[in-house]
T-cell receptor, first 112, second 115 residues
């Protein structure tokens, strides 16, 4: 059975601190996505990781992909309140379509 | 710059009623998708389409039907609504992933309650 597991599911952190969200998946894939969702809103694409060893950074967020370990990480540097949201990883398992399986999400709260 | 537009945004149905959710995209995307999102869970794929006139089942297709008569539109139908179908429904679209590295683009969602 395909599993996409994120941890932690809930994360409360202080502003200025660093932390990492993990996304493990159980099937072969070389295409992984990170999305952000604010409460009651749609999903916003953050990163598209397309190969083993891929690393992408945008502001205080950095994502990486290790396809051999079937692991992706989303690292938060010096968190600020505006980063409070739910973060989802999604693994593309399709061979003829963009068939994504989502993790359950990590609800991040950054406190002043 | 509309992107992906879903209608309606909210709807309350009684068990057994039918309804259709509409998704429209103006980005000339080949692929379109319907997901549902339940509390504490990520999105789950209901049905998808890889082009006009085509549809296919996703992870949780039971109780739903879809149609894609025009490239820009993807309809999700509930023939006989059940309380278990209470959820937030998201539509998404994308280019053919074999030729593009772009992610899926999502609509704002439809919050559906079945009483």
């Amino acid at each position: 059975e395909l599993k996409v597991e994120q941890n932690p599911l809930f994360l409360s952190m202080q502003e200025g601190k660093n932390y990492t969200i993990y996304c493990n998946y159980s099937t072969t894939s070389d295409r992984l996505y990170w999305y952000r969702q604010d409460p009651g809103k749609s999903l916003e694409s953050l990163f598209v990781l397309l190969s083993n060893g891929a690393v992408k950074q945008e502001g205080r967020l950095m994502a990486s992909l290790d396809t051999k370990a079937r692991l992706s990480t989303l690292h938060i540097t010096a968190a600020v309140h505006d980063l409070s949201a739910t973060y989802f990883c999604a693994v593309d398992i399709g061979w003829n379509n963009n068939d994504m399986r989502f993790g359950a999400g990590t609800r991040l709260t950054v406190k002043p | 710059n509309a992107g992906v537009t879903q209608t309606p945004k909210f709807r309350v149905l009684k068990t057994g009623q039918s309804m259709t959710l509409l998704c429209a995209q103006d980005m000339n995307h080949e692929y379109m998708y319907w997901y549902r999102q339940d509390p504490g869970m990520g999105l789950r794929l209901i049905h998808y389409s890889v082009g006009e006139g085509t549809t296919a089942k996703g992870e949780v297709p039971d109780g739903y039907n879809v149609s894609r008569l025009k490239k820009q539109n993807f309809l999700l139908g509930l023939e006989s609504a059940a309380p278990s179908q209470t959820s937030v429904y998201f539509c998404a679209s994308s280019y053919d992933y074999r030729w593009s590295n772009q992610p899926q683009h999502f609509g704002d969602g439809t919050r559906l309650s079945i009483l």
